[in-house]
DNA sequence: CTATTACTTTAGAATCATTATAAACTATTA
DNA sequence: TAATAGTTTATAATGATTCTAAAGTAATAG
C-alpha cells in the first residue's frame, strides 16, 4: 500500500473524513523518520507556505491538531511557555528541553532507568513517567 | 528576627523595595511550611478576596511573581495547560500531575532515582533532572 | 526633615494563543 | 442523485499575559 493509502486509512480508522486538508497535514506529519516536535503556529507557518497552492486555514490547522491528539496520533508534550507543544512520537518516551531556544529532542525510553518510583496517590494511578532533562548552552 | 522583617529583607536582598503590595504577596506565598504550586489567576482569587481590604492589582501580581521569579524565589513547573503555574519550592524535585485536574504534588528529589543520564547534545549541558508522574484517577 | 530621583502600582489598552460561531462546502450514505 | 452529516473557513470572541503611561511611594541627597 503506498504512502496516500496509508494516511487515508488511518484517518478512516480513526473515524475522521480523508479531507484534502487533513491529509496534506497528516501526509506531513506522520510520514517521516524522526519525531517532530511542534507548535501550531510552527506548523501552520511550515503548511502555508508562500508558494503553496492550496492553503489550510489556521481554524482547521488547530482543529486538525485536536482531532490528531484525541485519536491517540499526536502527544501533547508538558513545556511552559504558554504555548502547545506536540509530538508525533505517541509513545512513552523523554526529552532534553532546551530553556533557552524552547527546543526538544527525544531521548528513547530504555535510555534512563527511573527507580523507587513512588506510589501514586490514594484513588490515583500512574498513568506515565516522563523525565525531562533541562539543557542550556554550556 | 520576626516574619514580617524577615520578608522585608529577603526582598532588600534581592533588590526589590519592600513595598505594601510585595511584601504581602511575599508573607502569603513564603511563610509556609508546604510546597504552593499556584497560578496567577488563582493566586490573584486567593489575595483579593472580597473581605480583603487592600486590593492589589493583577499587573501588581503580575509584575511581582515575574520579579520573584527572576530573583529565583520561585519557579516556573513545566505544565500544559498554556497557563503559567509556579511553584515555592525552589529546589529541583519531581511531580505528580494529575492530567484530569491540573494539581501538582511534590516528590522529593531523592525519592526516585534517575539512572543512566545520557550526555547533554554537544555544545550543552544539563541543568536540571525532572520527572513528571501523570496520574488519573485510578 | 524636604526635595529629588528612581522605582512601583495601577487601570486600561494591546497583544497573542486558542476557541467559538455560523455560513459555505464536501464526503458519505440512502 | 439527493439528503445528511461532517468539515472548512473567515471572523468574532475569549482568556492569559504584557504594555503603556500616569499617579503614587520608597530611597536618597541635601
Ligand atoms: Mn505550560
Ligand atoms: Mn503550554
Ligand atoms: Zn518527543
Ligand atoms: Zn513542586
Known sequence: MNQKNKITNKLRSSKLRPTKQR???????????????????????????????????????????????????????LTNNNKSYYDTNISSHHHFFDIETNELEDINYNDIKVVNLPHAPKGKKIQDVEVTLTVKKS
Chains 1, 2 share one sequence.
Not at 497535514?25 to 506522520?30: E, Q, W
Not at 507557518?45 to 481554524?59: H, W
Open 23 to 77: 491529509r496534506k497535514i497528516a501526509d506531513f506529519l506522520f510520514n517521516r523518520e524522526k519525531t517532530f516536535h511542534f507548535t501550531v503556529e510552527e506548523l501552520n507557518k511550515i503548511i502555508n507556505k508562500k508558494d503553496n497552492l492550496q492553503k489550510i486555514s489556521l481554524a482547521t490547522i488547530y482543529n486538525t491538531i485536536d482531532a490528531f491528539k484525541k485519536a491517540g496520533h499526536l502527544k501533547e508534550i
